[in-house]
């Protein structure tokens, strides 16, 4: 290589294109891959067109590619997640939902279908029936929460806030639905009995 200029040191033409500059330069430096001090010359030969190149798209000249005068274009800014349609829900209720298989589903829900009968079709004014069947839901869900995690604490405290739940909701819109549906003959306490159950159901089915 020439010691003259930059441009014979990399052995191109002053009129050369920046590709072929560009081009000859990485050949150079893949042929003298090994050689420390050769690659240092090329490098510096390839900065010094450069930065010539630079002053005369200053001065007018000629006209720098915008790769020369802005590199950071060439950059590929990080591609951004989709989004999904639905934003992610919390993270408080992610832990304390559950993603049930259809037999955590059925089985409970099988369960309070027919208890929720016992209730709906028992003698009228036999509340033994009502709070039997109360009983056996509460052993229900208490049973199915305890075998998901484990624990027997937390089981008994989430059925005690469905029972209630349950029985005063089901109260007070019994209160005002029943008398507005006058084919159906249920009291007020087999409708908050039936809506307890529903909410019993909800809670062993998609609660940790």
């Known amino acids: ?33 090994g050689d420390a001090k050769r690659l240092e010359v090329i490098e510096a030969a390839y900065d010094a067109i450069l930065m010539e190149r630079l002053r005369m798209r200053q001065e007018g000249k000629i006209k720098v590619p915008e790769r020369i005068r802005f590199p950071e ?7 951004k997640e989709t989004l999904s349609p639905r934003k992610q829900s919390p993270a408080w209720l992610q832990r304390i939902l559950d993603k049930p298989t259809p037999a955590d589903v059925l089985l409970p829900g099988a369960w309070y279908i027919g208890l929720s009968a016992i209730s709906v079709f028992y003698p009228v004014g036999n509340n033994q029936i009502l709070q039997l069947a109360l009983v056996l839901g509460v052993g229900v869900s208490i049973y199915v929460l305890n ?31 029943l008398p507005q549906i006058q084919f159906l003959s249920w009291t007020e306490d087999q409708f908050s009995t039936v809506v307890t159950f529903v909410l019993l159901w909800l809670i062993t089915s998609f609660l940790r």
């Not at 003259?4 to 891959?33: C, M, T, W």
Request: proline share 4%; net charge negative.
């Open 73 to 79: 274009r060439l950059v590929q800014p990080p591609s």
């Open 1 to 33: 290589m020439s010691e003259h200029n930059p441009y014979e040191k990399l052995g191109v033409s002053e009129d050369a294109s920046f590709d072929e500059i560009q081009d000859v330069r990485n050949r150079l430096l893949e042929q003298y891959s």
């Open 147 to 177: 075998r998901k995690e484990g624990k027997f604490g937390r089981a008994v405290l989430l059925t005690l806030i469905g029972l209630i739940t349950g029985l005063i909701a089901g109260g007070l819109v019994a209160s005002w639905l």
